[in-house]
Nanobody, 124 residues
């Protein structure tokens, strides 16, 4: 499967962005999906994940809980990350990832496919 992430940009603190990640190839509904981010000089970290069936089967890093929402539209082969109340520490390259399992994971090593990343910059 190929993943294409987009929707990043420059936003002021307190603002919002919605990231999208479009998939092509194997049926999208076969994958659990995740968003990760990597700031300069730091390791890639987990942000949010959603199970193959979506719905209430989501999980968030503590740092984004209550501010970010992950969702998926299997008909459009797209996963979204709605980011509200953005903070400067949210600045990073954001990556979407897919794993050929029903359940989500917070470990980047457990994902099989990765998108190219989209830059999110939050100014103070």
């Amino acid at each position: 499967v190929q993943l294409q992430a987009y929707g990043g940009g420059l936003v002021q603190a307190g603002g919002s962005l919605r990231l999208s990640c479009a998939a092509s190839g194997r049926p999208f509904s076969s994958y659990a999906l995740g968003w990760f981010r990597q700031a300069p000089g730091k390791e890639r970290e987990f942000v949010a994940a959603i199970s193959r069936n979506g719905g209430s089967s989501t999980y968030y890093a503590d740092s984004v809980k209550g501010r970010f929402t992950i969702s998926r539209d299997n008909a459009k082969n797209t996963v979204y990350l709605q980011m509200n109340s953005l903070k400067p520490e949210d600045t990073a390259v954001y990556y979407c990832a897919a794993r050929l399992r029903a359940f989500m994971s917070i470990l980047p090593t457990e994902y099989d496919y990765w998108g190219q990343g989209t830059q999110v910059t939050v100014s103070s």
